[in-house]
């Protein structure tokens, strides 16, 4: 059974970074479409980067120009690196597939936005 492992996260300044990874066992970053979602208390879990077969990436408007979603086939790793940060970033970042049969949900890795 796959699982997600999401890591990276911390506390941080307005306009700081921060670079996410995620892991799984299996090859399954590799071989499909990945996502970055995050999900805020009381909000529903939204998709904010996507990495799709080619390469070819896709960010909500909220994060466009600051975020940047990337992989590592041969570590079987997906990364967020996130500039610029906003308090309104603040979440449980996630990562999953974006379309098919998903695994179960990793633990997610919080970010924390603010001064």
């Known amino acids: 059974q796959v699982q997600f492992v999401e890591s990276g996260g911390g506390s941080v300044q307005p306009g700081g970074s921060l670079r996410l990874s995620c892991t799984a066992s299996?090859?399954?970053?590799?071989?499909?479409?990945m996502g970055w979602y995050r999900q805020a208390p009381g909000n529903e879990r939204e998709l904010v980067a996507g990495?799709?077969?080619?390469?070819?990436?896709d960010y909500a408007n909220s994060v466009k120009g600051r975020f940047t979603i990337s992989r590592d086939n041969a570590k079987n790793t997906l990364y967020l690196q996130m500039n610029s940060l906003k308090p309104e970033d603040t979440a449980a970042y996630y990562c999953n597939r974006i379309a098919g049969r998903r695994p179960s949900w990793g633990q997610g890795t919080q970010v924390t936005v603010s001064s």
């Open positions: 990495m799709y077969s080619g390469g070819s990436t």
């Open positions: 299996g090859s399954i970053i590799s071989s499909y479409a």
